[in-house]
């Protein structure tokens, strides 16, 4: 039986949307691993996203938490706020009470990927802070490490991303992501597919 890996997204500028297009390749390239794309559902009105001057969302279907219990594995990505994660995806983690009850997450590997407006504004903060949710949900968090090679040690370029998942700067002014953290983002889907496939065939 295949291993289901869910990547499940919140994104405003599409920043986190673009990695997560990237993810989802990487994943897929793992042989007997599934992936699929869901979004958090958004709780902002349309007239504020007007004034915020998103664009419209794509047709990615929403996720509801009952649907994580499908799932073998998770990337959960989105953008940061004052360094954690929007309130959008927190609203979709404090949903799941029902699943913390009965531990229904207990032992399915996760991992992260985000985008910040700038380099200090939580590239590896975001993680930390996120961990949390995983904690209590007895999720097993997987970073990525170095395993990305002489791509995590870039500094001539701004680039996105940390061993703690990858990464983007999210300021709509600056554009979208660099073939560099698109890259990276493509490898944090491979390697934890190639991850939770092994945790898979060891239950």
């Not at 007895?138 to 940390?162: A, C, D, N, Q, R």
Request: no cysteine; charged share 20%; glycine share 12%.
């Amino acid at each position: 039986m295949a291993t289901k890996v869910y990547i499940i997204y919140h994104s405003v500028y599409g920043h986190v949307e673009k990695l997560a297009e990237e993810i989802i390749k990487g994943v897929s390239s793992v042989e007997g691993v599934e992936a699929k794309l869901w979004q958090v559902p958004e709780i902002l009105s349309e007239e504020i996203l007007r004034k915020m001057k998103a664009p419209p969302r794509s047709e990615v279907p929403d996720i509801s938490p009952k649907e994580l219990v499908e799932a073998d594995g998770f990337l959960f990505g989105f953008p940061a706020r004052y360094g954690m994660m929007s309130a959008q995806f927190k609203v979709f983690f404090d949903a799941t009470g029902s699943l913390w009850n009965k531990q229904a997450l207990a032992g399915k590997p996760a991992g992260f990927f985000f985008s910040t407006a700038s380099q200090g504004s939580g590239q590896e903060e975001t993680a930390f802070t996120s961990i949390t949710q995983l904690v209590h949900h007895g999720m097993l968090y997987v970073p990525i490490g170095y395993t990305f090679g002489g791509g995590m040690f870039e500094i001539e370029k701004v680039k996105g991303g940390s061993p703690y998942g990858s990464g983007t700067f999210g300021d709509h002014d600056v554009g979208q992501p660099s073939d560099l953290e698109l890259a990276q983002a493509f490898h944090q889907g491979k390697h934890f597919a190639g991850i939770a496939k092994k945790l898979k065939a060891s239950q």
